[in-house]
């Protein structure tokens, strides 16, 4: 089976039209397992296949304790001979006897040790500063090819709701969703899976490494779409802004996550459907989400910084994400790069990648009606 046919089934288990339809994918998908190799991100996850990271402390000491014997240290592209002298000899007596020596091999006393080793023996902060690469052997039941969330019901539809079929003004002003906050046991299982997902696609986000089990909320958001939301652990909490972790689930599969923070009224959104799902609902997605925050927390200002847009984010500037966001409402602040939006509309062609970087020097906002 080919890499595209996945998608295509992984796009069907998501969306199915039919209970034949999707039993017929998740028995495809449940046969697919490729040899033990590195993809490319946008390929990344399969069943069969591995992930090499340099992962932060927090996140490899989790992948550790809830994946044992699945995580090795890649060598390949090891660290400075300098930092690995002032990370190891503290920890190492027989490096302190040899501080004086010269040529001292540190490389090699390195290699001696495993990941196991560098978690219950180097300061946190002593390890991130090393970037080891990891490589991930994950199981084919944590791939994106298997992974799947407990649902209760299976929504099946003939219609894919498109950009044009929904808005942010009717998302706002429909109904609010059915909204439970999860056991801690089940909010463990919810963050477990979202981490996952992330790592196993060469992602890595602060709100997921430091979510906290005891604060998440699932949102019925309609249409067999989820949205899991989590918080931060009171540790890792910021000074001024209130900082959420969305992860979305359609039929129980993972399709997209984001995160966001928030002060007052105001709520700084990041929003990512993976790419084998961007040609389902992403624009339903992105208003449901809206609606979850304005539900939740009385949100009415929605920002998007410049990253989101495309800022030294080429998968951004690949999806056109300026042009998502700008046909949903949103506005540049900048007024420079809102005539030249207008322009650009004027003209009815697709932006230049170099049109979508200048595009993307301003932050965007939608603020909704009072």
């Known amino acids: 089976m080919s890499l595209r046919r996945h998608e295509q089934l992984l796009l069907r288990r998501a969306y199915p039209r039919s209970p034949t339809e999707l039993r017929r994918a998740e028995a495809a998908l449940r046969k697919f397992r490729m040899r033990d190799t590195l993809l490319d991100p946008d390929d990344a996850g399969i069943a069969g296949t591995s992930v090499d990271m340099v992962f932060s402390y927090d996140l490899v000491r989790w992948l550790s304790s809830r994946f044992p014997r699945t995580l090795k240290i890649d060598w390949d592209d090891p660290p400075s001979e300098d930092r690995l002298a002032a990370v ?60 799947r969330r407990k649902t209760r019901s299976i929504f099946y539809g003939d219609t894919i709701l498109e950009r044009r079929d929904v808005s942010i003004v009717d998302a706002l002003a429909g109904p609010p969703m059915t909204v439970r906050k999860l056991s801690r046991q089940e909010g463990e299982e919810a963050l477990d899976l979202a981490r996952a997902a992330l790592a196993t696609r060469y992602r890595e986000l602060y709100n997921f490494t430091y979510g906290d089990p005891a604060t998440v909320i699932s949102a019925d958001a309609g249409r067999g779409l989820e949205v899991v939301l989590f918080g931060l652990v009171p540790e890792k909490r910021l000074p001024i802004r209130a900082g959420y972790a969305p992860f979305f689930f359609r ?42 925050y304005q539900q939740l927390f009385g949100s009415r200002v929605f920002l998007i910084d410049r990253y989101q847009i495309g800022l030294g984010n080429d998968e951004a500037i690949a999806s056109g994400a300026f042009w998502f966001y700008r046909k949903m409402g949103f506005r540049p602040t900048d007024q420079k790069v809102e005539r030249l939006a207008r322009r650009e509309e004027r003209r009815r062609r697709r932006s230049s990648a170099a049109t979508l970087r200048e595009l993307a020097r301003s932050a965007m906002i939608y603020v909704a009606r009072s």
Do not use: H
Not at 122 to 140: E, M, N, Q, S
Not at 262 to 274: P, Q, R, T, W
């Open 88 to 147: 190891l000899t503290p920890a190492i007596p027989e490096l302190q006897e040899r501080i004086v020596d010269a040529n001292v091999p540190y490389l090699e006393y390195a290699k001696k040790r495993t990941l196991e080793w560098y978690l219950e023996n180097i300061d946190p902060v002593a390890y991130d500063l090393l970037g080891l690469w990891v490589r991930w052997k994950f199981p084919a039941e944590t791939s994106r090819t298997r992974m």
């Open 251 to 292: 039929n129980g599969v993972p399709v997209g996550y984001g995160d966001a923070f928030a002060l007052g009224d105001k709520m700084e959104v990041s929003f990512n459907i993976f790419p084998a799902f961007r040609a389902g609902e992403s624009a339903w997605c992105f208003t449901r989400l809206l609606k979850l």
